[in-house]
């Protein structure tokens, strides 16, 4: 069974300062994928960045990247330039199985602060 | 090009009502999968289908019944609904396995008083 782990319920951050939210999974896969998905209050889940597991490389998007420590088994994700617009849930998923199917966090609410 | 649409977004029950939330995705995907997410539970997986005319169980697959008799859409039932089942239900899409991006629909409120 995959499970994932987002130990934090809330965040707070100054406005064009960086944060980073925590994020550790466990699988007893060898081929998995990591996901950060938003949803802001319209309640829309918005893909952040993805992580293929075999590439060593950490995944960048604009301000978002990762630190992606595989032997940790820990995902988080980084936002740099913090923007009021930032301000939403962001939940960590893994996926697994030739079904694709994704497990997600608990999720962690992010405030910024102007 | 609509993406993921569900139908109805928002909807009150009584307890013991049927209802049949209807997912559509207009991007020929193979994949589809209901969840529903509670305060402090994030998403989980009810039921999921890998192509037409199959379906089968997730993490919380109690209390309700799916059906994929089109490529196109997901069905979601509720027989019987009840109280536990008050939730924000989402229904997601991606065209195959090996961890491409899962695409969402805006979601369906349910109540069940």
């Known amino acids: 069974a995959q499970t994932v782990t987002q130990s934090q319920p809330e965040m707070s951050v100054q406005e064009a300062e960086t944060v980073t939210l925590s994020c550790t999974y466990d699988?007893?896969?060898?081929?998995?994928?990591l996901f950060w998905y938003k949803q802001p209050p319209s309640r829309q889940m918005i893909l952040v960045i993805r992580q293929e597991a075999y590439k060593q490389q950490n995944a960048t998007e604009n301000r978002f990247s990762v630190n992606f420590q595989k032997a940790a088994k820990s995902f988080s994700l980084k936002i740099s330039d913090s923007q009021l617009g930032d301000a939403a849930m962001y939940f960590c998923?893994?996926?697994?199985?030739?079904?694709?199917?994704?497990?997600f966090g608990k999720g962690i609410t992010l405030s910024v602060r102007p | 090009n609509a993406g993921v649409t569900q139908t109805p977004k928002f909807r009150v029950l009584k307890t013991g009502q049927s209802m049949t939330l209807l997912c559509a995705q207009d991007m020929n995907h193979e994949y589809m999968y209901w969840y529903r997410q509670d305060p402090g539970m994030g998403l989980r997986l009810i039921h999921y289908s890998v192509g037409e005319g199959t379906t089968a169980k997730g993490e919380v697959p109690d209390g309700y019944n799916v059906s994929r008799l089109k490529k196109q859409n997901f069905l979601l039932g509720l027989e019987s609904a009840a109280p536990s089942q008050t939730s924000v239900y989402f229904c997601?899409?991606?065209?195959?396995?090996?961890?491409?991006?899962?695409?969402f629909g805006p979601g369906t409120r349910l109540t069940v008083t």
């Open positions: 699988t007893s896969e060898s081929d998995y994928y």
């Open positions: 998923a893994s996926l697994t199985g030739a079904n694709s199917k994704l497990t």
């Open positions: 997601a899409s991606t065209p195959l396995a090996g961890g491409a991006e899962q695409y």
